[in-house]
């Protein structure tokens, strides 16, 4: 009688734990990287490279899908800024620029804004299978000799999946999202041939 009570509740506790970590919160540390060859069009100028983060929220949505859910997703600027700072510079200097963060009258610049991340819950229209939907946008802003160039970069995912994606799935999709967002950017010809002028 009492093994009976202790199984059922050590069930009952053991649930509880494992629904509690599907929808406890989230903090994903990103790290995504271009991985495409960029235009080749600089001659050693320099150029100043400033990475920002124009996001509302660091919290990108929840894994629940609805809005009150605990289980929040949030990817912090402090962590992820410095990251597309790094790719920005290595890209500047890929094109054959020489990138700095130092301001100078007269110096062309290319500013990289995360204008948004969103992680959404879809409708996959197939049973016991959701859906989760993510979308990235950056924009690039070149400036030189009071010309300017603004190009937006968006990308989107959808994933399916049976079981609730953790920490290393989602960190690995939205890695991916944004690495994508990177490649379009600085393969975008008008940022180069603007810096170089």
Known sequence: MLRRQFLRLSGVLLAGLWLTGCSG??????SPERSTNVPQTGSGQHVTVVAVDGRESEVI???AGGSMSTAQITV???ELIPQLQAEAE???HDMGFNPTTEQA??????????VSLQYGRGD????LVDEARIEGVFRAIAQNKGTTYTGTYTSRRTQGYAVRPGEDANTR???????????????DPELGQLLAR
């Open 173 to 187: 999709m939205l890695n991916d999202l944004l690495s994508d967002g990177l490649n379009r950017a600085f393969n």
């Open 76 to 78: 912090s600027s402090h």
């Open 25 to 30: 919160p989230q903090y994903l540390q990103l």
């Open 61 to 63: 949505g929840t894994r």
């Open 105 to 114: 009258q007269g110096r062309p610049t290319l500013t990289l804004e995360l």
């Open 90 to 92: 290595r890209a500047v």
């Open 124 to 127: 996959s229209g197939q049973p």
